[in-house]
């Protein structure tokens, strides 16, 4: 069965993932990149001089992308406070989307981004976390039963500050962070910005997926107030549901960032279970599994993961061409419940007190 070849175009460059999107869509043997917009031109120079696209392919006005380019896929990377704007603006033209973490900056938003999609196309929202070996390990080993029920789950998640570094994980130096903080979306309340709503997503929604799709009763949220911030750098979220206690924390300003020298406390997962414990941390080689059979800690390898699952547009092409329902936390079900809990930790930190779920 020969397979397809798929338009992809890239729409909005506020998140500098965008880069490490465009550079997976450009080497599948299935991809053609046809376009890219951005209203900053200085912001797609970047993927125009790694050669990822030329420069008559690149576009200021989102419209004239999608009408020259006619993409059959966008990826779109807008602030985390314009993701349903950019959903609505994009979806009338008949391509399946995939939007960079986060889901939205609220659930309505989200159920917004969801309505907005025609019926026969595919919204996708993507976790990075999700292609992380050893995380896809622990998921593996709970869906065995290896810890049997889950009942807590423990996420640190963030790094030095989302300034530090650019697409392809290349570091900024500190002199660049402080030229860019002022105008940085990442800092501006209004834009979604803020340590919660960049990471708590990542606990919240691969949480869920540990889980197995269960919604918490309540949360409780508490987050920092830095001098001179309009948006916090710090958070930590307790999730209470009805089989036990999860917490999610995130934060700017760890010691290292956990893809070049994990910080301490380790940025990852702790998996509990009425069986035994996984800890899963970002980017090792292996996760730590604990059982009551087998008390002392062990060292699981976590392997490369293969083909179809290696990062999120090789996944994404998968589904669409063996017209396959999307699993795990890029999907909707999961996504949405992940999204849930943020809004509700939001709420709760705004208001200093526990919010129910509905």
């Not at 960079?100 to 309505?115: G, N, Q, R, T, Y």
Request: aromatic share 8%.
């Amino acid at each position: 069965m020969k397979l397809r070849t798929w338009k992809i175009a890239g729409i909005n460059f506020d998140h500098f993932h965008m880069g490490d999107l465009l550079r997976m869509a450009k080497s599948h043997p299935q991809m053609e990149l046809v376009g890219v917009s951005d209203e900053q031109p200085a912001r797609m120079e970047e993927v125009i001089r790694k050669q990822l696209i030329t420069r008559d392919q690149a576009f200021t006005n989102y419209r004239e992308c999608l009408e020259k380019t006619k993409p059959d896929v966008v990826i779109l990377c807008p602030a985390a406070s314009n993701h349903g704007e950019w959903v609505r603006k994009v979806a009338p033209y008949g391509v399946h989307i995939m939007v960079e973490k986060p889901f939205a900056a609220s659930l309505k938003e989200a159920d917004v981004m969801i309505k907005a999609m025609p019926k026969d196309k595919t919204l996708m929202i993507n976790w990075p976390l999700q292609w992380v070996p050893s995380h896809c390990k622990a998921h593996q080993l709970v869906e065995e039963g290896r810890i049997g029920e889950v009942i807590n789950v423990w996420h640190f998640g963030g790094n030095r500050g989302p300034l530090f570094h650019g697409a392809d994980k290349v570091e900024k130096t500190r002199e660049q962070v402080a030229l860019e903080k002022p105008s940085s979306w990442f800092y501006k309340k209004s834009q979604g910005g803020g340590s919660m709503l960049d990471y708590l997503g990542y606990g919240t929604t691969l949480g869920t997926w540990y889980q197995g799709g269960k919604r918490p009763v309540e949360v409780t949220a508490v987050v920092d107030e830095p001098a001179g911030l309009e948006v916090d750098e710090h958070s930590i979220v307790v999730a209470r549901y009805a089989h036990g206690l999860s917490k999610f924390e995130t934060r700017w300003g760890t010691f290292s960032d956990p893809w070049t020298l994990q910080p301490l406390p380790k940025c990852g997962f702790i998996i509990a279970g009425t069986e035994g414990t996984i800890s899963s941390y970002d980017y090792e080689p292996h996760v730590t599994v604990q059982t009551h059979k087998k008390p002392k800690p062990q060292l699981v390898a976590a392997p490369a993961l293969k083909a179809p699952k290696q990062n999120s547009v090789q996944y994404l092409l998968h589904a669409l061409d063996h017209d396959k329902p999307l699993e795990g936390p890029v999907s909707l079900p999961i996504s949405r419940i992940g999204q849930e809990i943020v809004d509700a930790a939001v709420r709760s930190a705004r208001l200093k007190r526990a919010m129910k779920l509905g």
